[in-house]
Structures are given as C-alpha cells and as structure tokens.
C-alpha cells in the first residue's frame, strides 16, 4: 500500500514537544483529539464492531454520528444508539492514533485492521507489526506509558486553543 506522508510541522513547532502528528492529505490528521481519515474517525470503519462482532467492519452508509469533532460510522442504528450512550467506551484509546506511538511519545496514524482490545479498551496500531510489539513487550507496561503522553498532548492542546476546534472533550 502506498500513500503520501505529511509530516505537521506546526504542530512540533507550537507545542515545543515530541508529539508529532503524521497525516496523509489534506483533511486527515488532528481534529478535536481524534484521528481522521477523509473527516472520518477510524477511517469509516464502525467502532462498535470492534467489540460486538471481534473484528473491523468498514461501513459504507448513513449510520452516523458527530461526536468529539468526529464523523462516527456504524453498521446499524443499534451500534450508533450503544456509541451515543457511551461514546468513550468504544472509542479508540489516544483518539484513533497508534497506541506503540503513544507509548513512545508521539503520535503516528493507525490503520484499522491492526487492533486490541485490552481491558475493555480499543486500542489501534500502525503498522500491524507493532500490535505484537506492544502486546509482547507488556501492554500495561505501554499502557502505563501512553496514557501519561496522551494525557500531556491533550494538555498541551487545551492550552493552545486546539482542543475545542473539533467540538467535544474527553
């Protein structure tokens, strides 16, 4: 697979940190603390899914919903109802980026077939070959790692004005 990389490079530069945020055109990238692919959170695949049927499942229809500066897709009105009651029980852990990224202290885009949940949490990779990575190395030791890294980039967005671009917080 190939794609065009974009390094944000004003990002790095206004926050001064190692968190870099990597998209792939125009429209990708940071929205409101969620990762986007052409404006859609989990690039269109239904989040729910991950839970109920065990595996990724892209969605192509209207099943959708706004939802921390995202456009949520799902493969029916039941899994859109159970997001809209509990929105950060399906979310993908570091919005949507990749958790071996998080854990080292930056951000990296994920792909949607790379994923674990871990205790009861959705978390996405890019690429697939660091899902056994972060799983073999200890994911609660990554775990450990990321959630303080995504909660001081949150932090430093909040500061910067940037965290209420895309609407809702975490």
């Avoid at 404006?39 to 991950?50: L, M, Q, T």
């Avoid at 159970?82 to 854990?103: E, R």
């Avoid at 080292?104 to 899902?131: N, S």
Wanted: hydrophobic share 40%; glycine share 10%; with cysteine.
């Amino acid at each position: 697979r190939s794609f065009d990389v974009k390094f944000d490079i004003h990002i790095l530069a206004a926050f001064s940190s190692p968190w870099l945020s990597v998209s792939r055109r125009a429209g990708d990238g940071l929205c409101g603390r969620v990762y986007l692919l052409s404006n859609k959170a989990i690039h269109g695949y239904d989040p729910v899914a991950y839970f109920s049927e065990g595996k990724p499942v892209r969605v192509e229809n209207d099943y959708s919903l706004k939802w921390n500066g995202a456009t949520w897709l799902f493969a029916g009105t039941a899994n859109r109802d159970k997001f809209k009651v509990s929105p950060k029980k399906f979310m993908p852990q570091y919005g949507g980026y990749c958790a071996w990224a998080a854990s080292l202290g930056v951000t990296a885009p994920k792909v949607p077939d790379a994923w674990k949940i871990f205790d009861g949490r959705l978390y996405m990779f890019e690429p697939a070959c660091v899902q056994c990575r972060w799983v073999v190395g200890g994911a609660r030791k990554h775990i450990k790692a990321g959630d303080p890294n995504w909660l001081k980039f949150k932090t430093e967005l909040s500061n910067y004005g940037i965290a209420s671009r895309g609407g809702g917080r975490l």
